[in-house]
């Protein structure tokens, strides 16, 4: 099985920089992706990390060290609009490949 | 090109009926997954429809679930005698060959309210 955490709650501020954290355990990692999820709305792809290091995307960047078990999504210049809950998810091939979801991290944005 | 859908968007029903939902994932995506989403919760994984394998059906919470599809088309998830902690939105994913740099695409799910 797999066990994935993240925090439950962040607050930031608009025009801030704000980083989630995500720790894994499981056996056969293999990929991770970060998810954004607005109120009411389905989950929509952020990023994708297989190897070790950042990924930069605009004002979104995730990071993993698969050595441990250890991922983040760093949100730059922040904007109301980025309030959301961002949900960690690793694949893993031992379970068919299956992608498993942690909790979320629901984001409120403050001006 | 179309994305995810799902149907009914809402479904309000009372105790102790079936519900069936479905789901019609992206043309040419093999991998489907069906999950659960509390209010103010996470992802509740129910079930993985991956090519012509047997399904993984670890997540489904109870013999009262069941889920088919049909080659690598349309699903169906069946609620049998629904109870009030069934209400959530019920959300499908489809991917393209689970590989693995590709990433799930959501429908819009199904909000579900037993009354």
């Known amino acids: 099985g797999q066990n994935i955490d993240q925090p439950t709650e962040m607050t930031a501020t608009e025009g801030a920089i704000v980083q989630i954290n995500c720790t894994y355990q499981t056996s056969g990692f293999n990929g991770l992706f970060w998810y954004q999820q607005h109120a009411g709305e389905a989950p929509t792809f952020l990023s994708y990390?297989?190897?070790?290091g950042l990924e930069e995307k605009g004002r979104f960047s995730s990071f993993l060290s698969r050595s441990k078990g250890y991922s983040y999504l760093l949100l730059k210049e922040l904007q109301m609009k980025d309030s959301a809950s961002y949900l960690c998810a690793v694949r893993d091939q031992n379970a068919g490949n299956m992608l498993t979801f942690g909790g979320g991290t629901r984001l409120m944005v403050k001006p | 090109g179309a994305g995810v859908s799902q149907s009914p968007s809402n479904k309000v029903t009372e105790k102790g009926k079936d519900v069936e939902l479905r789901c019609d994932p992206i043309s040419g995506h093999t991998a489907l997954y069906w999950y659960r989403q509390r209010l103010g919760q996470g992802l509740e994984f129910l079930i993985y429809f991956q090519g012509n394998s047997a399904p993984d059906k670890s997540g489904l919470p109870s013999d009262r679930f069941s889920a088919e599809r049909t080659g690598e088309s349309v699903s169906t998830l069946t609620i049998q005698r629904t109870q009030q902690e069934d209400s959530a939105v019920y959300l499908c994913?489809?991917?393209?060959?689970?590989?693995?740099?590709?990433?799930?695409?959501f429908g819009d799910g199904t909000r579900l309210s037993i009354l």
């Open positions: 990390n297989v190897l070790d």
């Open positions: 994913a489809s991917s393209y060959r689970d590989r693995e740099d590709q990433p799930q695409h």
